[in-house]
């Protein structure tokens, strides 16, 4: 068993944007807007703010109060749609309950859309006409390639449907020619699709629920979970149990996660370097 | 084994829509762009325009010559997404080698795309936005819902991923909570998956390629595939030997294959019924 160190890899990954960064003459900027009320929304900004500034890239915060109204949070956007000095446009989720999502993520324009979340860009990922996606969904395939796992051909079980992740992360896999199957909440018997997975990726939010015997011998395992209990951070997979079966699986903290910011930094670069602004 | 009889319930679907486009005061209006030198396409369109006047709505047929430049056929597109007399553009595929259909695709107008082929339009259907699809996934899941197949939580196992099809009705079963595997060309031991599947959706265009020994007993089997050999016309799947297996199985011709049409014109339907024309 080895294990998928994205630790590791996520620091390499931005050291390489650093690179490229420091290199420009105009500095890519990321800017988040942050709806204020949730607690674990305003330390991930924070990360994200300290990442920007780690890879040589400038950052900014918008912050709104949690009363904001719809228009007003829109018109925020537009703002920075317009803004020539921001690359990217991050809208940190989840939103309070009185406001639309999907409406508010499709007035960032896509050229800044960093989390791949617009309609266009993820019909872009849908139809396979982009290496443009999701950070989370593209950290986890960049890792496979780092161990150099064999994907085309493999039977990939991804459990759990999120847009940022599981659908995501299925659509990739299919551009690789994996023969991918899509599990969900309302899958039935989902250990008889697990157990036949070359390439399991877990996304469900449930601690320790992938068991052994949910796993087949020798098979790549990618967690996704991020359960905090007891001050403790936990995976999906039982990963002390899980992993000795395992060719090569993440370990949590320490896999998927700083791969996530990574390639938000990736991805703001890549906006900046794809911009049409002269 | 009992048929899914496309072609009648295709007979009811545009039945429907004939009630409901007489009722309008204006009327829908299907463009077709054809550009010439494939004969099946001249055919296939020519039935398109059948279909309106027989669901009482009108059709229009631009011609270009096959070696129209890529910026001609989009000025053409640009035309008919601002002619409000139109309601849905169809550009009719494949275009000529020289031509790049992405990018005419995505010059018509996501509010007349009436194939869904629109980036805008195919994020919707990934993220589960809508339920406007391409004409065949549309028509596929139509059909298994008027014969009442359970797709909540059965194993989907689509062959294929063209975007008008495999990929698109993979989307579609999922969205009704079915666990979807999605094969293709590139997917290895196919009979493996197949075997497992509730739900077989076969669109791969190879002539009676699915034998009884890929399928499994109960199944319910949806054959896309339209193959002309000596005059006849077959499906991807053996029906002769597969059908005694099957709980409901489409033949062809006379199962899939007249619903895409019958739902082009509920999509052209649907189009009118949602513009913003006042």
């Known amino acids: 068993m080895e294990i998928l160190n994205g630790k590791e890899f ?54 709104l109060p949690n009363d904001v109204s719809q228009q007003k949070l829109q018109n925020e956007i537009k703002k920075l749609n317009k803004d020539r000095a921001v690359t990217a446009i991050l809208l940190q989720l989840p939103l309070p309950k009185h406001l639309d999502e999907t409406s508010a993520i499709n007035t960032i ?16 990922l ?31 079980v991804v459990v759990g449907r999120s847009l940022l992740v599981g659908k995501s992360v299925a659509s990739l896999l299919e551009h690789k020619n994996a ?28 601690c320790k629920y992938i068991t052994a015997d949910f796993v087949k011998k020798d098979a790549v395992v990618v967690d996704v979970g991020i359960n905090r209990v007891d001050g403790k951070i936990y995976g999906d997979v039982d990963f002390e149990n899980v992993s000795p079966k395992c060719k090569l699986i993440t370990p949590v903290p320490g896999g998927v996660g700083p791969l996530t910011v990574a390639c938000l930094m990736r991805n703001t670069l890549y906006l900046e370097e794809n911009s049409n602004r002269e």
């Not at 620091?11 to 944007?17: A, C, G, H, L, M």
């Not at 003459?25 to 204020?36: D, G, N, S, T």
């Not at 290496?131 to 994907?151: H, N, Q, S, W």
Request: aromatic share 4%.
């Open 10 to 63: 996520a620091k390499e990954i931005k050291e390489e944007v650093r690179g490229k960064a420091l290199a420009m003459k105009k500095k890519p900027m990321l800017a988040c807007i942050i709806v204020e009320g949730d607690k674990a929304s305003e330390i991930y900004v924070a990360s994200k703010q300290k990442a920007c500034t780690e890879c040589g890239m400038l950052s900014r915060v918008v912050r």
């Open 179 to 206: 023969t991918v199957t899509l599990c969900h909440s309302k899958t039935q018997n989902l250990k008889k699709y697990t157990k036949d997975a070359d390439i399991l990726v877990v996304a469900i939010g449930k």
């Open 126 to 156: 849908f139809a396979g006409n982009s290496d443009f996606a999701p950070c989370t969904a593209l950290g986890i395939i960049k890792l496979l390639e780092k161990y150099d796992v064999e994907i085309e051909g493999k039977h990939a």
């Open 109 to 124: 324009s896509p050229e800044k859309d960093v989390d791949c979340l617009t309609n266009i860009n993820l019909g872009k």
